[in-house]
Nanobody
Framework: QLRLVESGGGLVQFGGSLRLSCATSGSIFSFKAVGWYRQAPGKERELVARITAGGATDYGNSVQGRVSISRDRYKNTVYLQMNNLKPEDTAMYYC?????????WGQGTQVTVSS
């Protein structure tokens, strides 16, 4: 059974950096795309960054220039490097993957940015 497990969240100060990890139980190439999404209280889940099996990437408008998504095929892990973090980046961050016609989600990792 394929699973996604996120890690790397925590409390960071304004302007700080974090790297989130999404480990998959199988090959990351089992998925059409793997992405990071976030959801703050009272808000809808939004795309942060996504990488396709072919390596194409796209980013959410609110994080452009501050985040970078990458992957390690040997560790079956997708990373999200976040820099210059702002209080408005505070949210639960989820790893999501497209698997055929369905989506697979991890349990999430909390990111809190203090001002």
């Amino acid at each position: 059974q394929l699973r996604l497990v996120e890690s790397g969240g925590g409390l960071v100060q304004f302007g700080g950096s974090l790297r989130l990890s999404c480990a998959t139980s199988g090959s990351i190439f089992s998925f059409k795309a793997v992405g990071w999404y976030r959801q703050a209280p009272g808000k809808e889940r939004e795309l942060v960054a996504r990488i396709t099996a072919g390596g194409a990437t796209d980013y959410g408008n609110s994080v452009q220039g501050r985040v970078s998504i990458s992957r390690d095929r040997y560790k079956n892990t997708v990373y999200l490097q976040m820099n210059n973090l702002k209080p408005e980046d505070t949210a639960m961050y989820y790893c999501g993957a497209a698997l055929g016609a369905t989506a697979l989600w991890g349990q999430g990792t909390q990111v809190t940015v203090s001002s």
